[in-house]
């Protein structure tokens, strides 16, 4: 198979018949920068995670699955047009999107109340898209009507349509299971025949913020089931490192590798209800 691309953590591969094999690592990325070492598992709880949401979605939008791969880190799919813009839904105010808030009151052009804090869930779920920056940069927040230009009116409807639907179900069912979806970014291209298709992964630690719903407390960061832990410790005193300096982050210590594992192993089986086998 030829390799055809190689994202922060996926790695495409076309078959003889024209098909992608799509094989998630190990690797985490966090502040633009890939992190060493890897996370055990973590490719793989990933895929099976995405493939359990994707049969979840079926009747929201159609996806790219084919068939999952030989091993848990892989999947077969058909290749997609991807859109020029990563789709973002917020249910809560946190990362970015509150930064963006304080700072002007709106989130990629969209109008907040007053007096939100860390963590505020919002009156409805919004659309909060964002340039698609290559690796190594940072996605940079747009407004509805800038992705209008990008892709014309007609798509910017559809992406925003199937962006909240996804999220709005993805949270349902999470929160069901005790998980509260604060956000989640997923990737829309076009199939052959032109239909707007669900690609890359979904609902995963890695595209979405995970949160407790029985520990949930706005005015404060809250304990998440995603990546968020490495991003704290990174800022931390413990890590040494000074984000603004332009160097590269401190390798992850094993105590940091394994209770992010943790994090990842927990969302992936309170969610799909089913122990993780690897």
């Known amino acids: 198979m030829k390799l055809v691309h190689s994202g922060k953590v996926r790695d495409l591969y076309e078959t003889a018949d024209g098909l992608l094999l799509m094989v998630a690592s190990d690797r985490l990325s966090a502040f633009d920068y890939m992190l060493e070492p890897d996370i055990p598992d973590k490719g793989a709880i990933l895929t099976q995670m995405s493939l359990w949401w994707f049969d979840q979605l079926k009747d929201v939008v159609p996806n790219h699955v084919v068939a999952p791969g030989d091993d848990a880190r892989s999947v077969l799919c058909r290749p997609l047009r991807m859109v020029p813009v990563e789709c973002v839904a917020r249910g809560y105010l946190a990362g970015g999107g509150l930064n963006e808030y304080r700072a002007g009151g709106t989130v990629s052009g969209v109008p907040l ?15 909060t898209p964002s340039t ?95 990546k968020q832990f490495v991003r704290d410790w990174l800022l931390s005193p413990e890590s040494g490192w000074d984000k603004s300096s332009g160097n590269p982050p401190p ?14 192993l927990e969302a992936y089986e309170r969610l799909t209800g089913t122990p993780f086998s690897g």
């Open 113 to 127: 109340p007053e007096g939100l804090e860390d963590g505020s869930r919002l009156p409805d779920p919004i659309f």
């Open 132 to 226: 698609k920056a290559p690796v190594g940069q940072h996605d940079e927040p747009i407004s509805y009507e800038q992705v209008e230009a990008e892709v014309g009116a007609e798509t910017a409807a559809e992406l925003r349509r199937i962006t909240l639907a996804v999220y709005t179900r993805g949270a349902e069912i999470a929160r069901e299971r005790g998980i509260i979806v604060a956000d989640t970014k997923i990737e829309l291209g076009w199939d052959a025949d032109g239909v707007l298709t669900l690609g890359d992964e979904v609902l995963t630690p890695d595209s979405s913020r995970f949160w407790p719903a029985d520990q949930w407390q706005p005015s404060r960061p809250q304990l998440a089931f995603d």
């Open 251 to 264: 390798r992850l210590p094993d105590h940091v590798v394994e209770r992010t594992r943790r994090r990842y």
